[in-house]
């Protein structure tokens, strides 16, 4: 059953098929997402972790070693009786655990594998959820990159206009510079942007297991996804199926469990049995047989088991209360997403809804005003930059609100929805 989880978690969160070693560089999120399931070095250590406490379970259930003891004597140079010399002896001794003792170390130990599969699949998720981060970064760099070059391009044209104006004795020498000034600032932006690009490029690739250069797509345009934000709805799902929260379970299961041995441990010593026979070397003589019955006496050190017992119980009301602060924490957080993400939704909108396009507009007016003498230079470049803030703010309004749904997905363990991709757009011919 919880394999049978694992496998659908990992279809559910990264996709269904795996990327061979061999592939060529991915062009979407979701290829991106299932080579990330596949080679991602985490993913593997705490999958290797989990089957490491499996394999704990059966070791925790299992009896002591049986002991094989051999004695003799030796005969010495001094005269001694016969019969005690050439004496050898074998005998077999075996710790035999009291009732119910190793089934409860079992059942701690089942726990403990338990909590690491939720851990692996909390890794699944985090994986997916810092790589979603990680494209969309480079997705808001990238489109950074491209509005900068493009402004670069109209200072351009801007700055010719000046220099034409300055040069017929209708514009001062200070428009000129005004526009090589803006223009070294934004190259050096270009630069900053590069770099943070490249960063992010370098996350994606760890995450994926590759060096940090290696050669990435330039992420698609996307349109943001209109999934329903049901906050309590988000709310129980997060409490039911969130590994993390899963885990905790487990971890004061266990110590109720734990509980239950160390009293058991102070109350029902173990035993431990064992018998030997022994024969004459010289005519190989039966001599004696000898059973041993071995009884620790745990009363005699009452105050080491009360301690253990109190030492569980304390664990016990720990692990209780850091479920409560984790299912605190992770509304908490499910409303902070949500709330970033409603918020990133509605600058789309209200971006999309004209003041894009106003922006536009206002630097096509402002540059055919400063064109005829009706407007300064100031104007213009003020306008220019007021369109370069209002493109940035967008792309950074549809990738905060991605990074928001990468969140909310990772904490409810499923996805809210497909990320639409952006028409295109039809050309309209004369």
Do not use: C
């Amino acid at each position: 059953m919880e394999r049978t989880r694992s496998i659908w978690l990992a279809m559910l969160v990264f996709g269904a098929s795996v990327v061979g070693a061999e592939s060529p560089p991915l062009a979407t999120l979701a290829d991106l997402l299932r080579e990330a399931a596949a080679k991602n070095p985490e993913a593997e250590a705490a999958r290797h972790r989990w089957e490491a406490a499996q394999q704990a379970v059966t070791t925790a259930k299992a009896w002591d070693d049986p002991m094989l003891t051999l004695a003799g004597r030796v005969p010495s140079s001094q005269a001694t009786p016969a019969s005690m010399d050439g004496d050898i002896g074998y005998g077999l001794t075996q710790r035999i655990p009291f009732f119910g003792k190793k089934a409860l170390a079992g059942t701690i130990a089942e726990r403990e594998a338990a909590r690491a599969y939720e851990d692996y699949m909390a890794k699944l998720l985090e994986i997916a959820a810092a790589l979603k981060r990680a494209y969309y970064e480079l997705y808001y760099a990238g489109k950074s990159i491209e509005l900068n070059r493009e402004t670069l391009r109209l200072l351009e044209e801007i700055t010719q206009i000046a220099l034409t104006r300055y040069g017929v004795g209708k514009a001062a020498q200070g428009d000129v510079l005004l526009a090589q000034i803006e223009t070294r600032k934004l190259t050096a932006e270009l630069a900053i942007l590069e770099r943070k690009r490249e960063d992010s490029a370098a996350t994606i690739n760890r995450l994926l297991g590759r060096r940090p250069t290696a050669p990435l797509p330039v992420p698609a345009p996307f349109e943001p996804r209109r999934a329903p934000l049901d906050e309590p709805k988000l709310w129980g799902l997060a409490l039911e199926a969130w590994p993390g929260i899963r885990a905790a379970q487990h971890d004061v299961a266990r110590a109720d469990t734990a509980i239950q041995l160390a009293e058991r441990n102070k109350r029902y010593p173990d035993i431990e049995l064992g018998g030997m026979v022994t024969h004459y070397t010289g005519d190989r003589d039966f001599r004696m047989a000898e059973l041993q019955v071995a009884v620790p006496l745990p009363w005699w050190n009452k105050k080491k088991y009360d301690a253990e017992v109190r030492r569980e119980r304390a664990n016990r009301s720990a692990a209780e209360q850091d479920l409560v602060n984790l299912r605190n924490t992770t509304m908490e957080e499910i409303h902070h997403f949500v709330t970033q993400a409603e918020t990133a939704r509605r600058l789309v909108e209200l971006y999309r809804g004209g003041v894009l396009t106003q922006a536009r507009l206002n630097v096509d007016a402002s540059r055919a005003s400063y064109q005829t003498g009706q407007t300064d230079f100031l104007t213009l470049l003020s306008a220019q930059r007021t369109l370069l803030s209002t493109q940035l703010d967008f792309h950074r309004a549809l990738a905060d609100h991605e990074k928001a749904l990468a969140e909310i997905e990772r904490m409810i363990g499923q996805p809210l929805g497909p990320v639409a991709a952006r028409p295109t757009p039809k050309l309209i011919t004369p």
